[in-house]
């Protein structure tokens, strides 16, 4: 595997040839916020929040989908940077409907802990108020559209791990939303095999189980990435 070299933030730092900007940040020890990655699912740059600046490249570019490049001069934090991430994060909770107090996943949120990193206490845009839906009808989980950011973790895990591709993405700017099968209510979607993965790896409270009061979820988003490095080195007893 070829080795190429980079600096981050003036450090001086080795990547493999095929890693992306976002695996040589943390190899080196360092943090960008991000909500809509993760380790084992493919990257898809939705959440904006992992922007860097490289020089010699026109705009800010997304680390999770970025690729290495010898030579590469990255930096992970500027005022500006910082000014769009919190500008980001301040919209997520504008369009949405999160209420903290109340919300499941309370404590364990990562919107929650990406809008205390960025030191965002209040957003600056119109809330908007808007009137979605609550789909109850699984017997085990429900999906509260007001609390989900469109990151489709749920729709990759359950592509690309569970196989079965129960999650898409429907409609079209403000009304775009993820649905369940053919836009139908979740309970309907005989694909479903009740893994509850994709209630594991969302990082809000927008998918749950209904076990689950105020502040009482426990997400598992470490789990994508376990099942892939099992399968990938055979971990499995069978194999």
């Known amino acids: 595997m070829t080795t190429l070299q980079l600096q981050i933030n ?6 493999a040839g095929d890693a992306t900007v976002l695996e040589a940040i943390r190899s080196a020890g360092l943090q960008v916020p991000t909500l809509c990655h993760l380790d084992g699912l493919t990257p898809v740059g939705a959440c904006r ?3 860097v600046v490289i020089e010699g490249h026109p705009k800010l570019e997304p680390a999770c989908v970025t690729a290495v490049a010898d030579g590469m001069v990255v930096h ?6 910082d000014t769009y991430r919190r500008m980001a994060v301040e919209l997520f909770f504008a369009e949405g409907n999160h209420v903290c107090a109340v919300c499941v996943a309370n404590g364990a949120c990562e919107l929650q802990a990406v809008a205390v ?3 965002m206490d209040h957003s600056r845009f119109p809330y908007q108020y808007p009137r979605r839906q609550v789909d109850a009808s699984h017997p085990l989980f429900s999906l509260d559209h007001h609390r989900c950011i469109l990151c489709t973790r749920c729709v990759r ?21 993820i649905i369940a099968g053919l836009d139908q ?3 309907e979607v005989a694909a479903c095999t009740n893994c509850g993965k994709c209630v594991d790896v969302c ?3 927008a998918l749950f189980r209904k076990e689950d009061g105020s502040g009482e979820k426990q997400p598992h988003p470490e789990r994508a990435h376990q099942l892939v490095e099992a ?3 055979h971990h499995w007893h069978n194999q």
Request: aromatic share 6%.
């Open 203 to 205: 990082p809000t409270g």
């Open 76 to 81: 992970t934090h500027t005022p500006e940077l």
């Open 49 to 51: 929040l992992c922007l």
């Open 231 to 233: 399968r990938t080195e």
């Open 117 to 119: 990193e960025v030191g």
């Open 185 to 187: 209510p979740w309970g």
């Open 10 to 15: 003036g450090r001086a730092v080795s990547a």
């Open 157 to 177: 895990v359950c592509d690309e791990i569970e196989a079965v591709h129960v999650w898409d993405v429907g409609y079209r700017g403000s009304s775009c939303s």
